[in-house]
């Protein structure tokens, strides 16, 4: 078929290849991004996949949004309207006792004062300290990871501008920071408190989306990392009016106004190269698109190892890319419901303490024990959830009345012993009767369920692994090692070929972060 | 009774003290054998052409793979050794002195190939499992190696940080040769006498049954000793080869020490995790899948054959339990030493993990200990099952055992558990690394100091050189 040519092919248009090609095509280049399916937004979309009943498909609360993302894309602008409630998340417990903590610390410790005086008065330095740490590292994250061979006097710069943030904190807390990162984060928890399920609940942050439990080390990286973008010690609720699809239309959107192509329905199949660099793609209609870069937002084995002839590469980095850990752990289950579901914890019929994320898994032990069965190939029969209801706080996702919940179930481990489509709806069963326990009548309310196993996420989502994060966030894993060590600057092996993902620092979470870093990172590149 | 082989001891030590002088003498441990339920086996030995076609009959990749496993781990051991035997910088300071060992370590880092700085890293940051997973296929083989990245932790073959476990042990050099493990002839207590001996000709005196019942200080200087018969020693200078927790929450005031200091004194983690049971046999255990005698008995018997074997060990740890199916490094030390064991007779020692020093409420191990016992012969006897007809006698030892007994709080053989976060300027309590505390004239010399547990002796070396650093600064 006619092959036409371009300046900027984006492959993929995730909330990361949206974040590129928007700054690209504000610097002047006109980037074209492809995506695979009928919408833009990979994994933040908002279906409805009920008559009636939206919701966000995987991603159901965002990172939060880089403030220099809002701010660059104006994305308020392009119809964006973020909900934050009050109220970060809610923990339930068995015994029917509740906990939530509220965006204000203060307000929060009072909570927590219901189970433990002691805890109560820590609360606050915690988040503070936490928050302190966190900022710092929020700087890291926001840089390029330095070439470790080779260090350029930028390079050089950053690093030292990171090392006198650093050294700003203060002994006691720069050593919490260097103590902290390698540990479990169970053990960070149970440190700084006694009340089971505030440490739980904080735990669940570390483990969250990876192959780790809280009695894992390096899980309190993880918790760093995710408190770097989202300071509040349990995670906040970053909800969006029109589910995450919104975030990405408003991303969409913004980038097409700075000048960038949009195609969606287009797959694509082969990234051509000549001579060692990236000429252009291959679609799966045949169609051949020309460009003089190729940047890929989908993850770094599927980009290397799938779309791209592996021959192109020396043996060395395709064996090292193959080690790169991603298997996932993560199931997403969606539940339109006819009714608000009634949570024996909550008193008095208020049901405010639910516009957040609801938790479940009261104890460190609790979730760890649901890790153990992922180790031997099992999903977890009691599993660790996070549920949100997102049409508490935007009624338009559901008819009058009606609800719909968004749960990540986990552990589902993607190498499962068994068969996971046999096994799809023993995973549904088994969320449904876990949430029962909490909320009895639930199981009545049920109209249908929408139960995505981690073999989906590869298969219909182009995740490869299931891994949400494009690979496991992990101490190895992480930075300058991002996806590879020596490949953590958004180059790759082959030349014009570039990666703008979640497999690249900083991955993790709804932050756009992976695409503003890739996106100064090539415009240097592209001006050379 | 407690160690039971070496490994670890730094060669500059043997030299320095003239160890052989002094009696030592080490006698070779020949390779690892390791039982599996299928009536296979795994046995590595020392020569390697024997392991080569060993590990080929289970799979020819892994023996390809084996040897250059053995060169990438030399080159991690040559990158590491240094940093082992220099005392850890303070890197929230200023002082040029301090930034230059941080430079240090960065140029050494630097001057490593690609190759290595990947696996460098990756050893530094990984689960031994998941290291050893880029390398091998054959599933014993990995539990069995892997084994090294658990022992005196609380992790699992699967936790990340265990590969830098691996590599601590890896090190183990007998005069210089790389990866060769052995016993003292007379038992490891042979080591610390030799050792006592070369200290004695240089000068020391030693006193035994001279227990401390508390360190005395005065205007945040220490002064001396009190013994529990209460005699009191005054000295110059006292360095504690005992575990932070004794040191300073049992010989020391709280109010002699700085709040911050003691909070981090109490949250260094121990976290005992391990056992033994030395038996007293009549006859030597008769493996199913090796009937008889033979070379298999004179290294170590691994009792690993599985990665999910070894992990789902851990997770009973995890909750309290002692393992019912237990990781056991077994040694009959009587086969290379006979003056062990009366004629025909022989030791056998076993070493078990986990078990957790906290036991889930309701369990003690005073209840558990005998319970402890009948499982680690159970699971000999599931292999060789004529242990249980050859028993003459019976010790157990339990990490409360090692508490109340030997002195290691809550039975950590490490004085302190090795993982990152317990390490290098970090160990055992961040800013006080160097061997100093916040008492003058106190210093600490055991293994929970950098550079960590094992028969090693570098702790005590490091300590005296900083400690000697001081004398002639005040001089």
Not at chain 1, 432 to 448: K, R
Request: glycine share 10%.
């Amino acid at each position: 078929m006619a092959s036409q040519t371009r300046d900027i092919v984006i492959i993929g248009g995730g909330h990361n290849g949206l974040v590129t090609a928007f700054y690209l095509a504000k610097a002047g280049y006109k980037p074209l991004v492809l995506e695979r399916s009928a919408q833009v937004g990979g994994a933040a979309v908002t279906d409805e996949f009920h008559p009636g009943f939206r919701c966000s498909t995987l991603a159901h609360t965002a990172g939060p949004i880089l403030p220099s993302i809002l701010r660059d894309l104006q994305l308020e602008k392009h119809g964006l309207r973020l909900i934050t409630p009050d109220v970060c998340v809610t923990a339930l417990s068995p015994d029917g006792r509740a906990l939530s903590l509220y965006q204000d610390s203060d307000k929060s410790a009072q909570e927590i004062a219901a189970f433990s005086r002691k805890d109560a008065a820590k609360y606050p330095e915690f988040g503070q300290s936490l928050g302190k740490i966190a900022k710092v590292i929020g700087e890291a994250l926001a840089t390029t990871p330095p070439d470790i061979d080779h260090p350029s006097s930028g390079d050089l710069w950053s690093m030292l501008k990171t090392g006198r943030a650093i050294r700003k904190l203060g002994t006691k807390d720069m050593f919490r920071l260097l103590r902290w990162g390698p540990m479990a984060v169970a053990d960070l928890a149970s440190e700084c408190f006694e009340t089971e399920l505030l440490r739980a609940v904080i735990a669940a942050r570390g483990v969250f989306g990876t192959f780790l439990g809280p009695w894992s080390a390096g899980s309190a990286l993880v918790l760093l990392i995710r408190a770097a973008g989202d300071p509040h010690p349990a995670g906040s609720a970053a909800l969006a009016a029109g589910g995450m699809g919104a975030v990405t239309q408003a991303m969409a959107s913004a980038a097409k106004a700075a000048g960038a192509e949009i195609r969606t329905g287009a797959e694509v199949i082969e990234i051509r190269v000549q001579n060692g660099a990236a000429t252009g793609v291959l679609l799966s209609t045949g169609e051949e698109i020309l460009a003089k870069a190729v940047i890929s937002n989908a993850d770094p084995k599927r980009t290397l190892l799938k779309l791209t002839d592996p021959t192109h590469l020396s043996p060395d980095f395709v064996q090292k890319l193959q080690h790169y850990r991603g298997n996932g752990t993560v199931a997403k289950v969606n539940l339109a419901l006819s009714g608000l579901p009634k949570f024996t914890a909550l008193k008095n019929g208020d049901t405010s303490p639910l516009k957040g994320r609801i938790h479940i898994g009261h104890e460190i032990d609790y979730l760890e024990r649901a890790f153990d069965e992922a180790k031997y190939g099992n999903f977890s029969r009691q599993p660790y959830l996070e549920a949100t209801i997102p049409s508490l706080t935007d009624p338009t996702l559901a008819p009058e009345g009606k609800h719909v919940m968004s749960i990540y179930m986990q552990y589902a481990p993607y190498k499962l012993k068994g068969d996971w489509e046999e096994q799809r709806n023993a995973l549904g069963q088994t969320v449904v009767e876990t949430l029962a326990q909490y909320a009895p009548n639930l199981p009545e309310l049920l109209l249908t369920h929408q139960i995505i196993t981690p073999l989906d996420l590869e298969e219909k989502y182009g995740l490869t692994g299931g891994q949400i994060f494009h690979g496991e966030l992990a101490l190895d894993q992480f930075f300058t090692m991002r996806p590879l060590l020596d490949w953590a600057r958004y180059r790759t092996p082959i030349e014009k070929l570039y990666l703008c993902g979640s497999g690249t620092h900083p991955g993790a979470g709804l932050t756009g972060g992976s695409g503003a870093n890739a996106a100064r990172e090539i415009l240097k590149e592209l001006k050379k | 009774m407690c160690s039971y082989v070496v490994s670890l001891l730094r060669p500059e030590i043997i030299r320095d003290l003239d160890l052989p002088r002094h009696g030592l003498e080490i006698l070779p441990l020949d390779g690892t054998f390791t039982p599996m339920p299928s009536g296979d086996y795994l046995w590595r030995v020392n020569d390697h052409g024997k392991t080569h076609r060993e590990i080929a009959r289970h799979s020819r990749v892994d023996a390809e793979a084996y040897d250059e496993f053995g060169k990438a781990m030399q080159a991690m051991c040559r990158f590491v050794k240094p940093i082992l035997s220099m005392v850890p910088p303070d890197p929230t300071t200023l002082d040029p002195r301090e930034l230059m060992k941080l430079l240090f370590i960065g140029r050494r880092f630097q001057g490593m190939s690609s190759y290595d700085k990947y696996n460098q890293v990756q050893l530094m940051t990984m689960s031994a499992i998941d290291f050893l997973d880029q390398w091998f296929e054959t599933d014993v083989l990995k539990a069995t190696m892997s084994a090294s990245g658990i022992i005196g932790t609380f992790l699992g073959v699967r936790s990340p940080g265990t590969a830098y476990v691996l590599l601590h042990h890896y090190m183990g050099e007998i005069d210089g040769a790389f990866r060769a493990w052995g016993f003292a002839r007379g038992g490891t207590g042979a080591i610390s006498n030799a050792i006592a001996d070369a200290a004695r000709e240089a000068g020391v005196e030693i006193r035994t049954k001279a227990g401390i019942s508390q360190i005395i200080v005065k205007n945040v200087k220490a002064k001396g000793v009190v013994l529990s018969n209460g005699d009191e020693i005054y000295a110059d200078v006292v360095s504690s080869s005992v575990d932070p927790r004794l040191t300073f929450t049992k010989f020391i005031e709280a109010q002699h020490l700085p709040g911050d200091f003691l909070e981090d004194v109490n949250r260094f983690k121990y976290r005992g995790s391990s056992g033994k049971v030395n038996m007293a046999l009549d006859g030597l255990p008769n493996f199913k899948c090796m009937p008889g005698p033979g070379a298999h008995l004179r290294g170590a018997i691994s009792i690993s054959p599985s990665v999910e074997y070894m992990e789902r060990a851990y997770d009973d740890a995890k909750y309290g339990n002692f393992s019912r199916h237990p990781y056991i490094d077994m040694v009959i030390p009587s086969l290379t030493d006979p003056s062990v064991a009366p004629p025909g007779k022989h030791v056998l020692s076993c070493f078990v993990q986990y078990a957790p020093y906290k036991l889930r409420p309701g369990l003690t191990w005073d209840d558990q200990k005998e319970a402890f016992g009948d499982t680690v012969v159970n699971t000999i006897a599931e292999y060789a099952p004529n242990i249980k007809d050859i028993i003459l006698h019976r010790q157990v030892v339990t990490p409360l055992d090692l508490e109340r007994e030997w002195g290691l709080s809550e039975g950590n053989i490490f004085q302190g558990e090795l993982s990152l976060e317990q390490l290098f300027f970090l160990r055992p309590v961040p800013g006080w690394a160097q061997y100093r505390t916040p008492i003058k004239n106190l210093y600490m010399c055991g293994s929970a100091t950098h550079p960590g547990g094992g028969i090693m002796g570098a702790n005590g070396r490091l300590a005296a050189l900083e400690i000697l650093k001081d004398i002639k600064g005040a001089a």
